[in-house]
């Protein structure tokens, strides 16, 4: 896709807003093998690099098109004509004007735990992600969507004799009594007219044990 995007002056924006972090992990980054090529990319440090809310970023290849992309017209706070430098002015690359200082705390966890130890941090979101979908596949009362490539698991809980709209009112029903329960999260997800439920593995201290607990209140709901 890159390739064709460049041959043909496209612009390409890669989503890699949950992804991207995998670029860190040497076990991973083949994944997004191709990124390279990308004019621009988004990419959410309050997903898989664990920082706070509204941590985000899109990058771009050239710096100039951040400015064009963002320009606004508004006198009372650009004066154009090489004013001021530009660099020490993010309102002329932002739709914020001000914005919290939120390349710090990214910064700050790049200084801490250095670009191996998010990493390791990656790999095991993942690893657990595969241990979950295991565990599902051999347990008869589930379906698992797909294996997972990241750290998101998509299943069912099957009943007999229940399908269709049926067994989608089942999932939305579940994921309601499990939520309000208040042991655990789980969200929901609709593909091809079927209800999936979703879980979304972050925790580097969940083990086995809490995965199997998951399970287990699923079954007993």
Wanted: aromatic residues 10%.
């Amino acid at each position: 896709i890159g390739e064709y995007c460049r041959t043909h002056k496209l612009w390409l924006h890669v989503d890699g807003a949950h992804g991207a972090s995998a670029l860190l992990s040497t076990r991973h980054r083949d994944l997004l093998r191709g990124l390279k090529l990308a004019d621009s990319v988004i990419w959410d440090g309050h997903k898989l690099l664990y920082m706070p809310a509204t941590v985000s970023a899109v990058l771009f290849r050239s710096a100039q098109d951040s400015y064009l992309a963002f320009a606004q017209d508004a006198s009372y706070l650009f004066q154009g004509g090489n004013h001021e430098i530009e660099t020490y002015n993010v309102s002329y690359r932002t739709l914020e004007c001000t914005k919290r200082m939120m390349a710090l705390k990214l910064w700050t966890a790049f200084s801490l735990y250095g670009v191996e130890g998010l990493a390791t941090l990656v790999d095991e979101a993942f690893a657990k992600a595969q241990i979950f979908a295991g565990m599902l596949q051999a347990h008869p009362d589930f379906e698992l969507l797909m294996m997972p490539q990241t750290n998101i698991v998509c299943f069912r809980h099957l009943v007999k004799e229940v399908s269709g709209e049926e067994s989608n009112r089942h999932q939305a029903d579940l994921r309601k009594k499990i939520v309000e329960g208040g042991q655990f999260h789980l969200t929901q997800v609709e593909l091809h007219g079927k209800l999936w439920l979703r879980t979304t593995l972050m925790n580097p201290f969940t083990q086995q044990e809490h995965l199997q607990a998951l399970m287990d209140c699923i079954v007993s709901a």
